[in-house]
């Protein structure tokens, strides 16, 4: 079974910081682009980041410039989002998805597989 499996969400004080999990399994994923994105309540959920498996090329949200980044290891088939100086504003359901383009993009749309999520919460 090909699945997406997101988990590290939970509640940390502003400035804080935090380390998401994507584990994706069932096939090889060496074509794909991994994307995070996010969604707070009553938002429409939007790109944060993401990163191609196999040239490390990786893009950002201005949101989140120099504050996220996206390493992945290849040996356990997981890319990670490690979030720094959380605010508030970085609160929502993040989820992890593929898209089997090797190179980046933006858009929900264009990312076919997509994990379960998993909450953050940032208090101020």
Known sequence: QVQLVESGGGLVQA????????AASGRTFSLSTIGWFRQAPGKEREFVA????????????????????????????????????????????????????WFVAKYDYQYSLWGQGTQVTVSS
């Open 15 to 22: 400035g804080g910081s935090l380390r998401l999990s994507c």
């Open 50 to 101: 993401a990163i191609t498996w196999s040239l490390s090329s990786t893009s950002y949200a201005d949101s989140v410039k120099d504050r996220f980044t996206i390493p992945r290891d290849n040996a356990k088939n997981t890319v990670y989002l490690q979030m720094n100086n959380l605010k508030p504003e970085d609160t929502g359901v993040y989820y992890c998805a593929e898209r089997q383009q």
